[in-house]
């Protein structure tokens, strides 16, 4: 009676383990789609989106300095080089920093997706249920895929001096001429973006 009990108690575990296999090959299947490609794709299409705005919020600005520089008669001067200077260094920084959103977005959902498999897993583990792990994981996934990078417009990142006397320069809106040049305009600005979704 002895040996029957543990041949079939080792049946059992053998037909359980099949079945976790099985489910984890249904698991591995519905979330194939999410490889480093996607990931990729998914930081790019956030920097698509981001860039051309950052783009033209330099050149706005970079407009807005010269014309504030001759404004007050210093165009030529070593205070206009060095805003111009100061200006480009940090476009490369914003620059860094925009990159860096992109990367990190892609980091986030990455760790979503490791997050719901690891789940469904503890939960394949648990009930040994390779269609309910199947069913589970094509819900996760689609879901997961469907989350689409943040298309929101981007912070004004540049700010300028006031150049020139104070009496001069005072009354002049500066919110306004930002606004009438379309800064944080959102798409205005031609940003766009190359993103598909798993599937």
Known sequence: MGIINA?????QEADRQSR??????RIDGAFKGFDDNYFRDYATATNEYNMPQLDTQYKDTKDE???RLARAGTLNSSMAATNT???AKDYDTNRATVLAQG???AANLRSRVASEKQALTSQLYSTSDPDLASNSALTASKNLGNDQPSYSPLAQMFSLPIIGAGNYMQGYNTANAYKQAGFGGGVSNGAKSSWRNVG
């Open 20 to 25: 976790i296999k099985q489910g984890m090959s």
């Open 7 to 11: 041949f079939t108690a080792q049946q």
């Open 65 to 67: 300095l010269t014309y």
């Open 103 to 105: 990367d990190q977005a």
């Open 85 to 87: 200077a100061k200006l």
